[in-house]
């Protein structure tokens, strides 16, 4: 109950497409969503981050589209470029303190 | 605002030795929490401090140990090294804010266990 299932686990976009990565999660306690960006040889960077209070949030070309009922959520990331070619992670927590339970990774390649 | 930092960067050491891992987490930071990320597991929670107590514990051995001092710095221990504890160590520190405590990670530890 405490896993998060995130999928694909690669993925390769052309320049200017759209790139979505989906998670999915089982314990309705979760009520804290964020996605990581991590590139080869940094820690984790907080990307965007959504409540089960709206269904979608919007920063940049990053958005958080969030299912409530289906408990899936999902990362799109509009007019892909080549600088975000990186390991995105989502992940989930119950907010009690900082426990993060994270997805497995996808790997992102936008190709020129 | 200074990051997240880590020190050592990398580390090597053989098995059955210990090693200690530090964080010194972003001003105005109480909480600090531990991950281990590997190739096969990924990115898993080991164990978060906030005012020098530990607030919650991630599912690993009590050889993985952890303790925060009185300036919210913090430090990790594990004993007895294994080949499988190679890993990537992650620190994250947090600053609650409203319901949400956001985690700032820092670039981690590189430990190799040969």
């Known amino acids: 109950q405490q896993q998060v299932k995130q999928s694909p686990q690669s993925l390769i976009v052309q320049k200017g497409g759209i790139s979505i990565i989906n998670c999915a999660y089982e314990?309705?306690?979760?009520?804290?969503f964020p996605w990581y960006q991590q590139f080869p040889g940094k820690g984790p960077a907080l990307l965007i981050a959504?409540?089960?209070?709206?269904s979608e949030k919007k920063e940049g070309r990053f958005t958080i589209s969030f299912n409530k009922s289906a408990k899936q959520f999902s990362l799109h990331i509009m007019d892909s470029q080549p600088g975000d070619s990186a390991t995105y992670f989502c992940?989930?927590?119950?907010?009690?303190?900082?426990?993060?339970?994270f997805g497995q990774g996808t790997e992102l390649s936008v190709k020129p | 605002k200074a990051g997240v930092t880590q020190t050592p960067r990398y580390l090597i050491k053989t098995r059955g030795q210990q090693v200690t891992l530090s964080c010194s987490p972003i001003?105005?930071?109480?909480?600090v929490s531990w991950y281990q990320q590997t190739p096969g597991q990924g990115l898993q929670f080991l164990f978060e401090?906030?005012?020098?107590?530990?607030?919650n514990k991630g599912n690993f051995p009590g050889r993985f140990s952890g303790r925060q001092f009185s300036n919210s710095r913090s430090e990790m221990n594990v004993s007895t090294l294994e080949l499988g504890d190679s890993a990537l160590y992650l620190c994250?520190?947090?600053?609650?804010?409203?319901?949400?405590?956001?985690?700032?990670f820092g670039p981690g530890t590189r430990l190799t266990v040969l």
């Open positions: 001003s105005g930071h109480r909480s």
């Open positions: 401090y906030f005012s020098e107590t530990q607030r």
């Open positions: 992940a989930a927590s119950n907010n009690q303190g900082g426990k993060l339970i």
């Open positions: 959504i409540r089960p209070d709206v």
């Open positions: 994250a520190s947090s600053l609650r804010s409203g319901a949400v405590d956001t985690q700032y």
């Open positions: 314990n309705t306690a979760f009520d804290y």
